[in-house]
């Protein structure tokens, strides 16, 4: 086990946390501690900004030049006063820590980069591209002589941090999953403890609670999974059917439990899935939790952290009153949109939420959204009523499009180079009320109580009941009419909206009052999560990404969104719950403290389950603990192990080689799956890698080179000549799967083409393109 490497890492996210904590507390002055548990994501956030737009002339000067900016911009802050609390600091340091070593853990007992599960081939090759590359943006190393055509953000950030640390890849890959974990869970927790300590609500209980459920628990399918096996056959059978599911996996014994199925629950029969695993017949509905089991090193992954961050802006937005029209300003369109061109490259499927959670913010916030403009427009569209909330959502929609716009602009290098383009369609397969119940019940079954609970303060205990008894209905209708979500979500929009909107039971319009409501104040910025996260989950069942995979994506990387959104707003909510609902009457008041803490230890403990047998299970299948991300090529692979790693050690830049294509997720080299593994695991540019590029680019360029490199292995030497010229190719790779797919190969016959290192199973040859 690389302990030295954990420490270097740790102490350098704990020292970047402190640094970015100077600047966070200027962001967000009226934060219970300041900001602190931010820190991180403003000191990445910085560094990459700076190197995204210098690294186009040097990325080593942008990786420095980052850092300078950043110890200045914290020096600027401490000279105007700003402080870290030591207090706060060393509880978010131990959080983070702890959320850290936790998945350090977890990946040192399972650190294989392997094709097959997932796409960590993708995720390291980004990462090797990187660190070979001198400037941005990286060539694509399935797509040789070309820019990368993919969001590579979080890569490159994974790339500064290996870069300061003078990591290699194969250990750097591990450790990065781990921060971009702890970020996520030290974000959410400062996140909910900040909208908490607003209210008034225990600010320890809600961010506690939000960590475990963006950090550990899981959705509900794992615990009906569990039950159906608990209860006696005939009951088991009737809840299984009853439920939708099969009794399968789980549901027959704990001995059959696999961590995919708790992903992979929503059903979705559009598309082509020819070229993807049986289990593409469903969405991908994951959660952090088994993201990181995984152990892809994703976009939609590392994107968390800095949604969190958006949030957090949008909070202090919300908490800055109206008379401080400069600060709002400077958030809106200065801080969110370097943060949205950030997302764009990171992640692009989260690009649009910043705008999403930005126009919330402005229409929900006590502050009148007229009030940013010159004060003689101000003052004209001052009115009242149905008007007046026209008005409002006008300038939230406004502020959305200019956020747009301006992010665009901070990452116009990306929609001009790298960016590929999709087709947006309608009208896809919805999901089921039961399935949706069981990816986001966790979330929903607070969300509801939430409401009712507000329902009961503001209308009384009878009129809330019959409102219950009409939601309820709603639900029932929606899933009888295919529009499950319409009916589940509607309605939780609809309350959260009116509670948040009403003027009898909202804040202030013109400022943000004192805390002295103990924590009585109706609703507060978990309502702007919650609609955020909601209306994501309909968007989906509606629109999506058009692809040869139905809405798979789409659900994919929008429902982690949901998730982490949902997680930082359900930490205060239940402790609003725990803490400060009081119906009238003591035997009441009584039966509901009790029903509520009933209801909250089965939540976690059900919840729990699923990393109870998940994390089980990688201990019982650990060898040797090491973060060492392609050990196991010599016990895989041992054929090849030898001749890639020399590939990766010795051949220095970016220089061209040819491996066996089509690739996928398979590496069966006996079969011809080559699985693209030279390039992949060494960030060298191959002429034709893995067949995303189809999606990418487009099919018909790809399929020309998998026709080029079939030529260039097996053709005559004149075309083998031609095409070697054409993409200046320097090594050619013949293994075990170059030999299965293309039989007699005969690029070795070229003057010019020599071999310059053989193993057991792999010849690799040199091109000298002077000599051809």
Not at 42 to 58: E, H, N, P
Not at 191 to 220: E, K, T, Y
Not at 262 to 283: C, H, K, L, M, Q
Not at 529 to 548: P, Q, R, S, T, Y
Request: aromatic letters at 10%.
């Amino acid at each position: 086990m690389e302990y030295g490497l954990v420490v270097l890492w740790l102490a350098l996210y704990l020292l970047l946390c402190y640094v970015g904590a100077t600047v966070a507390a200027a962001l967000f002055p009226r934060f219970a501690n300041r900001g602190v548990a931010f820190g991180i994501p403003v000191a990445l956030s910085t560094l990459w900004l700076v190197t995204y737009f210098v690294g186009r002339l040097s990325l080593t000067a942008g990786i420095y030049l980052g850092l300078l900016v950043l110890v200045a911009a914290a020096v600027v802050a401490a000279v105007r006063g700003v402080t870290v609390d030591g207090r706060a600091y060393a509880e978010v340091a131990g959080v983070f820590t702890l959320a850290f070593c936790v998945l350090i853990a977890v990946r040192a007992l399972d650190p294989a980069i392997v094709p097959i599960g997932g796409e960590k081939f993708l995720d390291y090759g980004l990462l090797k591209s990187l660190l070979r590359a001198d400037t941005l943006p990286p060539e694509d190393m399935w797509f040789a002589g070309e820019p990368v055509a993919y969001y590579y953000g979080g890569h490159l950030l994974a790339a500064i941090l290996t870069r300061l640390t003078g990591t290699a890849g194969q250990y750097a890959y591990n450790l990065a999953l781990a921060g971009f974990y702890a970020t996520l869970v030290t974000a959410t927790y400062g996140l909910a403890g900040a909208i908490a300590a607003d209210r008034g609500v225990p600010r320890r209980v809600a961010a506690g609670l939000a960590a475990f459920f963006v950090g550990i628990a899981s959705n509900l399918s794992t615990p009906m999974r569990l039950l159906i096996w608990l209860l006696p056959d005939g009951a088991g059978q009737w809840v299984a059917g009853a439920a939708g599911y099969e009794v399968e996996g789980l549901a027959t014994s704990p001995d059959r439990f696999s961590y995919w199925d708790a992903s992979r629950v929503i059903t979705d029969d559009a598309g082509d899935f020819v070229t993807y695993e049986p289990s593409a017949a469903f969405v991908i509905d994951e959660f952090p939790l088994f993201a990181w089991l995984n152990g892809d090193m994703h976009a939609h992954m590392m994107s968390t952290g800095f949604l969190l961050l958006a949030a957090a802006l949008c909070f202090s937005y919300y908490q800055t009153p109206a008379v401080e029209w400069r600060r709002r300003l400077a958030l809106l369109f200065g801080a969110l949109p370097a943060l949205a061109g950030l997302m764009a490259v990171t992640n692009t499927w989260s690009f649009p939420s910043v705008a999403g959670l930005a126009m919330l913010t402005v229409v929900l916030a006590p502050s009148d959204p007229t009030t940013l403009l010159p004060n003689g427009v101000s003052q004209r569209l001052r009115t009242t009523g149905l008007t007046h909330e026209a008005v409002r959502v006008g300038v939230a929609l406004a502020v959305a499009v200019a956020i747009v716009l301006v992010g665009l602009l901070w990452s116009l290098p990306f929609w001009l180079g790298a960016a590929s383009g999709r087709e947006v369609a309608v009208l896809p397969d919805r999901s089921s009320l039961l399935e949706l119940l069981s990816v986001h019940g966790i979330f929903l079954l607070p969300f509801g109580l939430y409401l009712y609970a507000q329902a009961g303060r503001a209308l009384g205990t009878d009129r809330a009941r019959a409102v219950g008894a009409a939601t309820v209905g709603v639900v029932f209708l929606g899933a009888t009419v295919d529009l499950a979500a319409v009916g589940l979500l509607v309605p939780l929009v609809a309350g959260a909206w009116l509670f948040a909107r009403s003027p009898s039971l909202s804040r202030s319009l013109e400022s943000v009052p004192a805390l002295t409501d103990g924590g009585d104040r109706t609703v507060d910025f978990e309502v702007v999560l919650i609609l955020a996260g909601a209306g994501l989950v309909l968007l989906v069942e509606f629109v999506f990404v058009k692809e040869n995979i139905g809405r798979m994506n789409t659900v994919f990387k929008t429902y982690m969104q949901v998730w982490v959104l949902w997680a930082a707003a359900v930490g205060p909510v239940l402790a609003w719950l725990l803490t400060r609902w009081r119906p009238d009457g003591e035997t009441r008041r009584a039966a509901t403290t009790t029903g509520v803490r009933a209801f909250v230890a089965l939540l976690v403990l059900s919840t729990s389950v699923y990393g109870a047998f998940a994390l089980s299970n990688h201990v019982d299948a650990a060898g040797e603990p090491t973060l060492n991300g392609t050990a196991y090529l010599d016990r895989e692979h041992p054929r090849e192990a030898e001749a890639i790693r020399w590939l990766d050690r010795t051949v220095e830049g970016r220089p061209t080689i040819v491996t066996a294509a089509p690739a996928g997720y398979r590496w069966n080299p006996d079969e011809g799956k080559g699985s693209s593994a030279p390039a992949s695991l060494t960030g060298l540019p191959t002429v034709a890698g893995w067949y995303h590029e189809a999606q990418y680019r487009n099919d018909t360029v790809y399929q020309t080179r998998v026709e080029d490199v079939r030529t260039i292995y097996t053709g005559s030497a004149s075309d083998q000549i031609a095409l070697l010229r054409q993409y200046d190719v320097r090594y050619v790779y013949v293994g075990p799967a170059e030999r299965a797919r293309y039989g007699e190969i005969t690029v070795d016959h070229v003057s010019g083409v020599t071999a310059v290192k053989r193993t057991d199973g792999v010849v690799v040859y040199r091109v000298h393109q002077k000599q051809l």
